[in-house]
């Protein structure tokens, strides 16, 4: 857990939160307000392309956060959001990047393999070369 202090370190590189619409953008209420609708909108569009994507083949999350980016230029809720998600990730890069955590992952894996490789063992041992679709009874 960060101190005080190193939160305010943190912030202090960061940042400030709040809209990034150009200024002539932010002169007038009523284009400020359009201008943050079409940031919202796009947006969504794009968060919602990543959720389509999520199940099939390709970026899903990286265009849903490509879209929280988007919505990140007007919203200080999604620029929140950001943050965490930067220092959550960040945690985790140095967290596996532990010995301990990559031996444990080796360990882990190998097991696995050793696992697999013995069930491809008594399978072949089994039914041969045959792929299971073309197994008869």
Request: glycine content about 8%; cysteine-free.
């Amino acid at each position: 857990m960060g101190t005080q202090s190193d939160r305010r370190d943190e912030s202090a590189s960061e940042p400030a939160l709040g809209s990034r619409a150009p200024a002539f953008v932010k002169a007038s209420r009523a284009l400020h307000l359009s201008w943050q609708v079409g940031v919202f909108l796009l947006g969504l569009a794009v968060v919602a392309g990543g959720v389509v994507l999520l199940p099939l083949p390709g970026p899903g999350w990286v265009v849903i956060f490509g879209g929280m980016a988007i919505w990140a230029t007007e919203f200080v809720w999604a620029q929140l959001v950001l943050r965490w998600t930067k220092r959550k990730v960040t945690e985790a890069a140095q967290k596996a990047l532990d010995p301990k955590v990559r031996r444990r992952n080796l360990v882990l894996t190998s097991i696995g393999l050793v696992i697999v490789a013995v069930l491809v063992a008594v399978y072949v041992r089994q039914f041969g070369f045959v792929m299971p679709w073309k197994i008869n009874h």
